[in-house]
């Protein structure tokens, strides 16, 4: 069959797919850490009596469901828009291939979409033991997406035996498979953990004198422990690079990096 061809001077088909495809790459693997984040900062609430904590988890988890649900099914159908463009035959053998293996991973979605979906609404309004089942019902639909489209994607870097197979478990278990599974279930946990490090200061500077915040959440402290963050004037909270002690080392060598590379220009 032959296919119209897309030009594109300026940029080229592989910068396109790659500026789509980063941003969909970061939402999905946030996707799966942060419904392991919700869950488990439900649980905390609870055990603590915390009604803060549980607070900021329902409002979080609307920020959650937008960002993945909305953002992130837009960037993936993007991806499939512009892979079929830029690179139409080879689109086609992934998914004449691997037709079943995308059908797996669309049921898994819609669990997904479904069980975030519930959540959401019955944050609250739910017994608690069946609310937190749901929560982990979405961080399983969502690993299990991602066990099987890990294995598509890497038959596209290391097809391995299917080359002389054809066999649709060759392509799915290649080479590639088992360590990008074992990375990408880590990346999804620093992915969540770094961002509720940077961002689950967040506390509006308006809020009443003496109101509580819902406190930061250390992803690598063990326990889990949460603590408020350091206030200015008992109002809103810093979220400067000051306050991340972890973090100190990582910004002055970025900053030293930066200046010497000015210096030699």
Not at 26 to 45: D, N, R
Not at 54 to 65: E, G, I, S
Not at 154 to 182: Q, R, S, V
Request: proline fraction near 6%; charge should be positive; aromatic fraction near 18%.
């Amino acid at each position: 069959m032959n296919y119209p061809v897309w030009q594109l001077d300026f940029s080229g088909g592989g910068l396109l797919i790659a500026l789509i495809a980063i941003l969909h790459v970061y939402i999905s693997h946030f996707a799966i850490g942060g419904g392991l984040f919700l869950v488990l900062t439900e649980m905390k609430g609870y055990r603590e009596g915390s009604q803060a904590i549980l607070d900021y988890t329902r409002q979080h988890t609307k920020f959650f469901l937008l960002l993945t649900l909305v953002l992130g099914a837009m960037t993936g159908v993007g991806i499939w828009f512009t892979i079929a463009l830029i690179a139409p035959a080879a689109t086609s053998i992934l998914i004449h291939n691997f037709v079943f293996g995308w059908a797996i991973e669309w049921v898994f979605f819609l669990g997904e979409i479904v069980a975030i979906l519930i959540y959401y609404q019955t944050f609250g309004r739910m017994e608690r033991r069946s609310h937190l089942l749901i929560g982990w019902l979405y961080f399983i639909f969502a690993w299990l997406s991602l066990f099987a489209i890990n294995g598509i994607i890497g038959f596209m870097l290391t097809p391995g035996e299917w080359l002389a197979t054809g066999n649709f478990w060759d392509g799915i278990f290649n080479p590639a498979f088992w360590p990008a599974l074992f990375f990408r279930t880590f990346l999804c946990l620093m992915l969540a953990g770094s961002r509720k490090k940077c961002f689950g200061c967040a506390w509006s500077a308006t809020a009443p004198p003496g109101s509580s915040p819902p406190s930061c959440f250390f992803w690598p402290r063990p326990g889990g422990t949460f603590r408020p963050c350091p206030s200015r004037n008992g109002r809103g909270l810093q979220t400067s690079a000051r306050n991340w002690p972890p973090f100190s080392p990582f910004f002055s060598g970025l900053r030293r990096f930066f200046s010497s590379a000015a210096c030699s220009w």
